[in-house]
């Protein structure tokens, strides 16, 4: 069974960046292909990016393309998701999502890390 | 990119009754779709993937069907751990993979 275990909660300045990392257990990082959704307060599920197995790399969702690098430690299991030039309608909870199969839905969530945006 | 349009946005049903929840595609999916369910302050938990199959450790209660534009999620019996809010997921044409707005299931 996997894991997931985010980073805990963030208070950032506008125009800050945001590195929000995800502990893998139960898997190897290799194992897994793995994304990043994030909610605003009240909102839906938004997908920002992920590993493309076709492609063999990460891509990203067009809206955050050149704000946001998703990476990996495969040493520590370890992805991170950083966010940058953070603006107010960044404040979100980001979870980050395995897609065991490497099929397209997301089978395993961690518990999300709320990231607050405020001057 | 593909538009998921989830109906009705908040449904109010008895415990113990019927409840259908509906979800369109701007264009076929086949039956590449997921749904899930979340509950305040949790992370959203898988229930159906491939449009039907249930995920692991999912209540037989939980049914997908559909393919192509339209799918539903139907939970025959209605217990009071799944009022939630309940969100379908195309992963047919991706990136991006893209979510409906989410319905929520409340107490009647």
């Known amino acids: 069974q996997v894991q997931l275990v985010q980073s805990g909660a963030e208070v950032k300045k506008p125009g800050a960046s945001v590195k929000v990392s995800c502990k893998v257990s139960?898997?190897?990082?290799?194992?897994?292909?793995m994304h990043w959704v994030r909610q605003a307060p009240g909102k839906g599920l938004e997908w920002m990016g992920g590993f493309d197995p076709e492609d063999g790399e990460t891509i990203y969702a067009q809206k955050f393309q050149g704000r946001v690098t998703m990476t990996e430690d495969t040493s520590t299991d370890t992805a991170y998701m950083e966010l940058s030039s953070l603006r107010s309608e960044d404040t979100a909870v980001y979870y980050c999502?395995?897609?065991?199969?490497?099929?397209?839905?997301?089978?395993?969530w961690g518990q999300g890390t709320l990231v607050t945006v405020s001057s | 990119e593909i538009v998921m349009t989830q109906s009705p946005a908040t449904l109010s049903v008895s415990p113990g009754e019927r409840a259908t929840l509906s979800c369109r595609a701007s264009q076929s999916v086949s039956s590449n779709l997921a749904w899930y369910q979340q509950k305040p302050g949790q992370a959203p938990r898988l229930l159906i993937y491939g449009a039907s199959t249930r995920a692991t450790g999912i209540p037989a209660r939980f049914s997908g069907s559909g393919s192509g534009t339209e799918f539903t999620l139907t939970i025959s019996s209605l217990q009071s751990e799944d009022f939630a809010v309940y969100y379908c997921q195309q992963y047919n044409n991706w990136p991006p993979n893209t979510f409906g707005q989410g319905t929520k299931l409340e107490i009647k």
């Open positions: 999502a395995t897609d065991q199969h490497y099929l397209g839905y997301f089978d395993y």
């Open positions: 139960g898997y190897t990082l290799t194992e897994l292909s």
